[in-house]
Each structure stands twice: as structure tokens, then as C-alpha cells.
């Protein structure tokens, strides 16, 4: 996320909210102007980790996509087995140009780029808040190591 703009929206999936959440690194995302979970994101986030939504920290735009997607999202997201949120979330950044993904799916992140579109993860915006200095690199190195312990976030 090095040369992210905090005034581009940002646009969330479902597992780096919960993933931050878990972190205790929701105030990451506060210096975005805006931050939006697709409808069906919010509904699996409201299902694994209600906690997340509840932040004052950083104010979250619960969004409803448009009609249909692309022909071409419709595809890529059948033959990479996307679930609903994914594929809202891939939805509402064809929507929205020069929004920033993130989501910390393998496949919706190959269907991201194929799409052209910038896409980061949960450990993205944890080295961001160092280069922001939003974290000390002891600190950030802590997170990091931390991951396994604290987090559902699987890190190969």
C-alpha cells in the first residue's frame, strides 16, 4: 500500500476487517476519507466478528452495488469460485474508479488484478501504518508476528 491516497475510497471485504479487528488495529483505517462495505460484506462481518462493526474510530458506508456486474466479473468470479461479498465488493470497485480493494482472498485478489483494479490486504495496511507513522517498526514487526496467534488471518 506504499503509494495509497487516503482520499481514494476504500473498499473492504470481509476478512481484513475482521483480521484488524482481531489485530486491535481498526484506527488503521481511520485516515481514509471513506471507507465501504458492500451490503453482503457487512451481513458476514455482522455474522464472524460483530465487534468489527462497531467501531467509532473510523466510520464505515454500508453500500448496496448496483445492478448487474460486468460480463467479464461474472465469469471471472464463476470460474474463481467467488463467494457473494467478494463478488460485491469486485462489483462496487467497477463502480468506482480509483477505489482501493482490500481483501486478504487469494482468488478475489487474482480477479482484482486481472480486472485492473488496486487491490491490498490486511498486512498491507499494517506496513502502510508504518510509512504513515501510525506505528513505531518494532511495533508493526510485533503484529506481524503476532498474526498467528491473534488473528484467523492465514499467512503462508
Known amino acids: 500500500m506504499a503509494g495509497t491516497d487516503p482520499t481514494r475510497p476504500l473498499i473492504c471485504d470481509a476478512g481484513p476487517l475482521i483480521h484488524l479487528d482481531e489485530l486491535g488495529c481498526w484506527d488503521l483505517l481511520r485516515d481514509f476519507a471513506e471507507v465501504r462495505v458492500p451490503q453482503a460484506v457487512w451481513a458476514e462481518v455482522q455474522r464472524h466478528r460483530p465487534s468489527a462493526l ?6 464505515l458506508r454500508r ?11 461474472i465469469h471471472l468470479a464463476q470460474a474463481f469460485l467467488l463467494d457473494v461479498g467478494e463478488l460485491e465488493a469486485l462489483r462496487l470497485m ?8 482490500l481483501t486478504d482472498d487469494a482468488a478475489a485478489r487474482l480477479v482484482a ?3 485492473a483494479c488496486e487491490v491490498h490486504g ?4 499494517v506496513v502502510r501504518a508504518l510509512r504513515r507513522q ?3 517498526k518494532r511495533q508493526v514487526l510485533n503484529l506481524r508476528r503476532s498474526v498467528p496467534r491473534r488473528s484467523s488471518l492465514f499467512i503462508e
Do not use: M, W
Open 94 to 101: 467497477q463502480q468506482s474508479p480509483g477505489a482501493i480493494l
Open 122 to 125: 490486511t498486512i498491507g495496511v
Open 63 to 73: 453500500v448496496t452495488s448496483s445492478p448487474e456486474a460486468a460480463p467479464e466479473l
Open 134 to 136: 501510525q506505528r513505531t
Open 113 to 115: 488484478e486481472r480486472l
Open 54 to 59: 462497531r467501531h467509532r474510530t473510523v466510520k
